[in-house]
């Protein structure tokens, strides 16, 4: 059976069911249907033990870093821990792109699967109804006479679909374009809001463009963010469904980690972290980005500490990053799965400069053969690396019981940032490319430092930065796999998301507005009787 079948013929418990384990006054929960519900954020002190789930640099295939969060999730479940699963919620972007839906696979899934991917509870939609009303109320503004002075304007539109058309279009007599939602400040804001008075409060913040004296305007000079608060108000609340096990996860916001700050809200967090005795959460992509960020942005803003970090690899992803091509990606290849190591090795240190303690985690899918397990296990042994192998895609949680007993032995933990905010912002983005990817050069654009000329013009400092670039590869090049040496990195260009309380930072190539592949999943996706297929 795929992911869908499985996820139709699971046996699930009322949303009601759910709260009532976890001991949340149904005063406090909006019902969304028999499966789904929103949670009026808890206020109460943070209990619980942080684990965060990441990974080497992702390949094509996948790592499953959402199959292994449920599935350690479960397991601390059935371990008699009290665990929720905290993920992001899937854009509809990718769920007709390329990568699919975001709701793990196999026996370690969230559910109503069908829902979570398609709209879930409106969120997304939401987020980007607000973006879109901040564009149609700076434009109106112009049109009106311009008592702003707005000069050039900085915010943009968003869509939450892949569509290339978007990145280059003509408003009125300027030059604009769009980014997809999962990508857009209100989205990154929105996750790191503490509150609806931050939430408020950030969006108000929010710069939409220069005057003529190279001052930045905002959104609180339109008088806009009441509104924007009122679009927000029960997106805002966290999103509680249930895994396949009948065990609860709280799936809310959704950006994107190769260009934003990749984790799932804050709220939901803390939230959750009020409740439980574990949250298990994940950060998108390789280690470099979304644990990076989520340890520089979001623990900075949330006040959080993790008690564990678990760095995901496969067997592919070793081989790959060794060197193989994807015809024999299925091949036994030790030469090439021991050279992979290197990039595995590597996130491992990197992760180690925060001061976590670390389980790498195997996860194993059925291609494996036992000499590549051996090679693995002996050399996590060799570097000295706790280390479990889970196969919670075909087994469930009984799949992920060895990780769960890592992740459950004690913690020696002294973490820290990889930079502080009083450096300079050429000062955190040269730390950030040559600690954590290994560079020797970085090279910055005029465009680049224009931008951050104005930034400290406008005495903006001590923010933290996002560094937007390939998920692929150390560098700026996603060809560049494994572990590259003798890299240079070009900084072609800076945003500042004030309301997110950071600047991103733009590495090679890389487009906030994604294409749709050749052979895009909505080929696939159909209502056959009135029931959803092939949504995996």
């Known amino acids: 059976m795929n992911d869908i079948e499985i996820s139709k013929k699971s046996i699930k418990k009322s949303i009601t069911e759910i709260i009532g384990v976890l001991g949340i006054n149904k005063d406090n929960v909006s019902i969304c249907g028999e499966y789904k519900a929103k949670i009026n954020p808890f206020n109460s002190e943070e209990k619980g033990k942080l684990i965060l789930v990441t990974a080497m640099s992702p390949t094509p295939y996948g790592e499953g870093k959402t199959t292994v969060s449920i599935g350690l999730s479960d397991a601390l479940c059935a371990l008699n821990r009290k665990s929720i699963v905290c993920l992001r919620e899937p854009s509809l972007g990718p769920v007709f792109g390329f990568k699919g839906g975001a709701t793990g696979g196999g026996l370690a899934q969230v559910v109503p699967m069908e829902d979570i ?66 990508a857009s400040e209100v989205m990154a804001l929105f996750c790191l809001a503490s509150s609806l008075e931050d939430l408020k409060e950030r969006l108000g913040r929010i710069v939409i463009g220069v005057n003529s004296r190279d001052e930045f305007v905002y959104v609180k000079d339109l008088n806009l963010e009441g509104a924007l608060t009122a679009i927000l108000k029960e997106a805002f609340k966290p999103n509680i469904v249930q895994t396949l096990e009948n065990n609860p996860a709280f799936v809310h916001g959704g950006p994107f980690a190769n260009i934003a700050h990749g984790c799932s809200s804050l709220i939901a967090t803390k939230t959750a972290l009020s409740i439980a005795d574990y949250v298990v959460t994940e950060a998108g992509f390789g280690a470099e980005l979304g644990a990076e960020k989520f340890f520089d942005i979001k623990c900075r803003v949330g006040g959080l500490t993790p008690y564990k970090v678990v760095l995901v690899s496969t067997i592919k992803a070793l081989k790959y ?32 400069k925060f001061g976590v303690d670390i389980v790498v985690c195997l996860n194993q899918y059925e291609t494996d053969s036992l000499n590549e397990i051996e090679i693995f296990e002996k050399h996590c042994i060799e570097k ?6 889970s196969n919670s895609y075909n087994k469930g949680s009984e799949g992920s019981i060895e990780l769960a ?47 951050l000329r104005l930034i400290t013009k406008n005495e903006i400092l001590n923010l933290p930065i996002c560094v937007a670039k390939t998920q692929y590869s150390f560098s700026d090049d996603k060809s560049k796999v494994g572990v590259p040496i003798d890299l240079s990195v070009t900084v072609k260009d800076i945003q500042l998301y004030l309301g997110a309380s950071f600047i991103t930072v733009y590495l090679g190539d890389i487009l906030t507005m994604p294409g749709l592949p050749k052979k895009a999943n909505y080929e696939l996706i159909d209502v056959v009787n009135g029931e959803i297929v092939n949504l995996n």
């Open 405 to 451: 007993n890592k992740v459950l032995e004690d913690s020696n933990n002294s973490f820290k940032y990889l930079y502080q905010l009083e450096d300079t912002y050429i000062d955190k983005i040269n730390k950030v490319c040559k600690e954590l990817y290994g560079v020797a050069n970085v090279h910055f654009s005029e465009q680049a430092l224009d931008k």
């Open 321 to 352: 990053h060794g060197g193989v091509t994807d015809d024999k990606i299925y091949e036994e290849n030790n030469e090439a799965l021991i050279k992979g190591f290197a990039n595995l090795d590597k996130h491992y240190n990197n992760l180690v």
């Open 384 to 389: 000295g690396y706790k280390y479990a192998i």
């Open 117 to 182: 991917n398609l709209h879930f509870t409106g969120d997304i939609h939401a987020i980007t109804s607000a973006n879109n009303l901040i564009s149609a109320a700076i434009d109106n503004h112009i049109y009106y006479g311009n008592e702003l002075d707005i000069q050039k304007v900085l915010f943009k539109r968003c869509l939450d679909v892949n569509d290339r058309s978007l990145r280059q279009i003509t408003i009125g007599n300027r030059k604009d374009s769009f980014t997809i939602s999962a």
